[in-house]
């Protein structure tokens, strides 16, 4: 988590991991494939999008290293490649502690703010 | 992790966090970041970078809710943000089955591959 080591091996995998998820319709094509591997008409299907909208986006999360492609001729289905997501969730496992403690700092204040509220609706 | 539940609430904020991360320098940015507030003048420090360079990332975060100013008047400093990244990181979650299903089958291919090369080397 050293800011001079952001040159390391894995930072050019990690951009295009994390430009390929900034992307609504990609991610749900992962959460597709995450089911089992579908044909590129069988991942159009849900979507209000051409079948050139999606290889354009089916063609990014390839080149990021998301999806590959089975050997079967006609349909070449489309198959989820986890590794990156991996690799993705360890690098925010960097920051979970600081997660963690502004969650436990919204806690306290919920509860300071209860307190005080309880206070004020008391008789006097 | 259903398809159709992809036009969701934080849909557009997890666009924004993860666009935010796919950028080396941004990622340097936060994980100096970690380490405790810091002005931007501190931010740019170790980067080969100018300063409005730096400030062009700082609003990307900034925008992504990463990043928050302090109110201190003259130097400002930035402080992380890290509730968006424990959302990146409950979205990555989903996908944990995936990649361990992954990594237990090259585990399973290294062991035939072992146990092959281990047979072709014994003497006949």
Chains 1, 2 share one sequence.
């Not at 994390?18 to 591997?37: H, Q």
């Not at 089916?58 to 990021?64: G, P």
């Not at 925010?92 to 004020?120: G, H, P």
Request: one cysteine or more.
């Amino acid at each position: 988590m050293e800011p001079a080591g952001y040159a390391g091996a894995d930072t050019g995998r990690l951009d295009a991991t994390f430009a390929a998820l900034a992307d609504p319709t990609r991610r749900a094509i992962l959460a597709r494939l995450a089911r089992g591997e579908a044909s590129v008409t069988e991942l159009a299907e849900p979507f209000a999008m051409s079948q050139p909208a999606i290889s354009k986006h089916l063609k990014v999360l390839e080149r990021a290293g998301l999806i590959s492609r089975g050997r079967e001729a006609q349909r070449r289905p489309r198959r989820l490649q986890a590794q990156p997501l991996a690799e993705a969730n360890q690098w925010l496992e960097n920051y979970r502690r600081c997660w963690e403690e502004s969650f436990q700092r919204l806690d306290v204040l919920l509860a300071e703010m209860k307190t005080a509220s309880r206070k004020r609706g008391r008789p006097k």
